[in-house]
C-alpha cells in the first residue's frame, strides 16, 4: 500500500495558494467577500496562508448555515472565502490521492465523471440484466465517524503536519447522531466533505467488487444500484453489503429497494425504462418535473420583472432544460418555457 509523504510543503507552495485563490474566486466575483480580498493585498493573504500549512496552524469551522430544501431538505454549512480557499489549496495536491483510490464505476465528485456519465453507465447495465437492487445510507453524511474517516485516510497519507490540519476540518462539524464516544458528521458544503464522504466508501466499492465480485454495479456518491439475473444473488450480496457497511463504516442502510428491470429504475432525477430488448428510456421523475417548472417559471419571473437581463437568463435557462432534454421530455419543455 502506498502512503504519500511530504505533502505539506506542496499545499503551502506559493502557486498552488494562488491557483486555490483563482478556484474560489470562479463565479463569485459579485460576492462582497471576495470584492473585500481584491481590495486588500492578496499577496500578503497567500504568504500568511502558507506559513500557517507549514506551522499546521490554519485555522477551520467559521461556518454560516442555512438550509436548501431542493431536491430534499438539507442543512448547508458554507465556510468564509479564505477557508475555503485553504480546501482548495488542499484539495490541489491531495484530490488525486484520493481519488486514485476510487473504482471505475464511482461517478461523483470527479473529474471526467459525473451525474450523465453515471447515468449512461446506470442504463448500460440496466438494459442487460432482469433485476435490480438500489441502496441508500441513512444520514449518509452525518453519519461518517470521525475516528474511522482519520484512520482511513492515514491509510493513504503519511503526512503528519497534514493529518493533523485534515483531523481539524474533520472535528469542526459534529452532527446530531454524535455521542460522547463517537463523533460523527461531515459538513454539507465543504470541498473537503465531498472528498472524504467518496473515500469513506470506496472502502465498501471495493469489497463490492473485489470481494463480493459484483460486476454490474453503480455508485454516485451514497446511491448504489446493483443488477444481476440472478434475484437471489441480488439479494444476499445486498444483505451482505448492509453487514459491511454496518460492521466497517458504522453506517446504516435505508430500507432495500429491488425491482425487476422492466419496472424502472429512479436514478439520479430520472426514470430509467426498458423500451425493447436491448433499449432504455429516460423519463423525468415526478419531483424533476416539479423543480424543472418551477425553476423555469421563477427564471421568467426574473427576467420579465427586469432583474435579469437575456443573457443571464439564458444562463440558468440553458442548464435546465439541458437536464430535462436528456429525457424524453420535449413536449414538457416547449409547453414550460412557451407558457405566458
Same mark, same amino acid.
Do not use: W
Given at each position: 500500500m502506498v502512503r504519500y509523504g511530504n505533502l505539506i510543503e506542496k499545499i503551502a507552495d506559493a502557486d498552488n495558494i494562488m491557483y486555490a485563490v483563482i478556484?474560489?474566486?470562479?463565479?463569485?466575483?459579485?460576492?462582497?467577500?471576495?470584492?473585500?480580498?481584491?481590495?486588500?493585498?492578496?499577496y500578503d493573504f497567500c504568504s500568511k496562508l502558507?506559513?500557517? #500549512?507549514?506551522?499546521?496552524?490554519?485555522? #477551520?469551522?467559521? @461556518?454560516? @448555515?442555512?438550509?436548501v430544501y431542493e431536491p430534499k431538505e438539507r442543512d448547508i454549512c458554507a465556510s468564509i472565502l479564505s477557508e475555503r480557499i485553504a480546501q482548495h489549496a488542499i484539495m490541489n495536491v491531495c484530490g488525486e490521492i484520493f481519488d486514485n483510490f476510487q473504482i471505475s464505476d464511482s461517478y461523483?465528485?470527479?473529474?471526467? #465523471?459525473?451525474? @450523465?456519465?453515471?447515468?449512461?453507465?446506470?442504463? @448500460?447495465?440496466?438494459?442487460r440484466n432482469k433485476w435490480y437492487l438500489k441502496l441508500d445510507v441513512r444520514k449518509c453524511f452525518d453519519s461518517v465517524s470521525h475516528d474511522i474517516l482519520k484512520e482511513l485516510i492515514a491509510h493513504k497519507i503519511k503526512d503528519k503536519v497534514l493529518l493533523n490540519v485534515l483531523g481539524n476540518i474533520i472535528d469542526t462539524y459534529h452532527s446530531s447522531l454524535s455521542t460522547e464516544d463517537v463523533k460523527r458528521g461531515l459538513p454539507i458544503g465543504n470541498l473537503t466533505s465531498q472528498y472524504f464522504a467518496n473515500h469513506y466508501l470506496?472502502?465498501?466499492?471495493?469489497?463490492?467488487?473485489?470481494?463480493l465480485g459484483v460486476k454490474c454495479f453503480v455508485?454516485?456518491?451514497d446511491d448504489m444500484i446493483l443488477w444481476d439475473n440472478d434475484k437471489k444473488?441480488?439479494?444476499?450480496?445486498?444483505?451482505?453489503?448492509?453487514? #459491511?457497511?454496518?460492521?466497517?463504516?458504522?453506517?446504516?442502510?435505508?430500507?432495500?429497494?429491488?425491482?425487476?428491470?422492466?419496472?424502472?429504475?429512479?436514478?439520479?432525477?430520472?426514470?430509467v425504462l426498458h423500451s425493447g430488448d436491448t433499449k432504455v428510456r429516460l423519463l423525468l421523475t415526478p419531483n424533476s418535473k416539479k423543480r424543472f417548472i418551477k425553476r423555469v417559471r421563477e427564471y421568467k419571473g426574473n427576467l420579465n420583472a427586469g432583474l435579469w437581463d437575456e443573457k443571464e437568463y439564458m444562463q440558468h435557462l440553458l442548464p435546465a432544460t439541458s437536464f430535462a432534454l436528456k429525457a424524453d421530455a420535449l413536449g414538457l419543455v416547449l409547453k414550460t418555457i412557451n407558457e405566458n
Open positions: 478556484k474560489a474566486y470562479r463565479g463569485k466575483m459579485r460576492k462582497k467577500e471576495v470584492r473585500d480580498m481584491l481590495v486588500s493585498d492578496v502558507s506559513e500557517e #500549512f507549514l506551522s499546521g496552524s490554519v485555522k #477551520f469551522g467559521n @461556518y454560516r @448555515y442555512f438550509k461523483a465528485c470527479r473529474k471526467g #465523471f459525473g451525474q @450523465y456519465a453515471g447515468l449512461e453507465r446506470a442504463c @448500460y447495465f440496466h438494459r470506496a472502502v465498501s466499492d471495493h469489497y463490492i467488487k473485489e470481494q455508485r454516485y456518491m444473488r441480488l439479494l444476499d450480496n445486498g444483505k451482505k453489503i448492509g453487514e #459491511f457497511l454496518k460492521n466497517h463504516l458504522s453506517l446504516h442502510l435505508k430500507e432495500i429497494c429491488h425491482h425487476n428491470t422492466r419496472f424502472g429504475l429512479p436514478f439520479l432525477g430520472y426514470r
